[in-house]
């Protein structure tokens, strides 16, 4: 039998990763209440927001109203999202309402010049000068790698090149590196494999795995993650967010189905599933039309088996 961790730190993503894919740009009040609602079912690490071009992504335009307006929790991590030096510089403004920023790169030079508009290397000298100026200023540093697990346009990403990123980002200062399996495409013997090598190659740096339900694999592909002893997972309730590319494709793995899993499994999650729930809730009056988390539409499993009706279902 495998052995799996006795507990796991998840990162509620939602908010960032979610709302910018999202057709609607939701309020920054509703924001501030959802960042309540989540720290209030449990979470201790909660990305707010990105300070990308407010003409890029229109949704997080209102980055410094919302670090303004929202209820920073003692004992809760909250991050930002950075994308380059100017972002850096606006976040800088409030210093003091967050605890941590993430960067990112792709793994892929095509997903990169297509996201960021420069190649894997100027990617690289550009962030280690942000990580350099975010440490210098007391903030903890993720590193995020998109597309680790495979490549839309360039198909296999070869583990050897993410490691090698993975190595710079925390020469630079990162922590924590996550991993992005941006548009759905690892599956679970991929994933044991590369965090298996991870984990050789990346000692002492936080791994933290960031995986997307776009086919239907996301949970599969934290099992394969537990049982190399990751524990460290982001994901965004209501499975919020997506990617453009392709067209259509669903989001990250949903918060309180991947909270339902573990708990059931006995690994300690710190989460109240039923207070995420209901921010979930919350996000579907705002947004008008149910999403696609599975333990939203079911319940949480001791529902179903005090109140199912058993009929003729195999
Ligand atoms: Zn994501």
Redesign the pocket.
């Known amino acids: 039998m495998p052995s799996y961790p006795s507990a796991v730190r998840l990162r509620e993503?939602g908010l960032r990763?979610g709302f910018q894919n999202e057709p609607e740009t939701v309020p920054t009040a509703e924001k501030a209440r959802l960042a309540g609602m989540l720290a209030d079912a449990g979470f201790r690490r909660i990305e707010l927001t990105s300070f990308v071009r407010p003409d890029v992504i229109p949704q997080l335009a209102d980055a410094e109203e919302l670090l303004d307006a929202y209820e920073k929790r003692p004992g809760v991590a909250y991050s930002v999202l950075i994308p380059n030096e100017r972002g850096l510089d606006r976040a800088l403004a409030r210093r003091e309402r967050f605890d941590e920023i993430n960067v990112f790169l792709s793994a892929s030079e095509t997903h990169n010049q297509r996201n960021v508009n420069r190649s894997i290397a100027e990617s690289l000298a550009g962030l280690e000068r942000v990580i350099g100026r975010a440490r210098a200023e007391g903030l903890r540093c993720e590193g995020v790698i998109s597309t680790s697990f495979g490549c839309p346009y360039e198909g296999e990403v070869p583990v050897d090149r993410v490691m090698g990123i993975a190595e710079r980002l925390a020469e630079a200062g990162c922590e924590e590196v996550g991993f992005?399996d941006?548009t759905g495409m690892a599956n679970p013997r991929q994933v044991g494999e590369f965090f298996a090598v991870a984990r050789e190659r990346l000692a002492g740096v936080e791994l933290t795995a960031?995986f997307?339900n776009t086919r239907g694999q996301g949970l599969a592909n934290v099992l394969a993650a537990l049982e190399q002893g990751i524990d460290s997972f982001?994901s965004?309730f209501g499975e919020l967010?997506g990617c453009p590319v392709p067209p259509g494709s669903t989001?990250?793995i949903a918060s309180e189905d991947l909270v339902s899993m573990l708990e059931e499994m006995g690994i300690a999650t710190g989460i109240d599933l039923e207070r995420l729930l209901e921010a979930s809730r919350r996000v579907q009056e705002v947004l008008g039309r149910p999403l696609g988390a599975h333990v939203l539409t079911a319940g949480p499993v001791r529902w179903a088996s005090a109140t199912g009706r058993p009929a003729a279902s195999t």
């Open positions: 993503v990763d992005g941006t960031h997307h982001e965004a967010g989001g990250n």
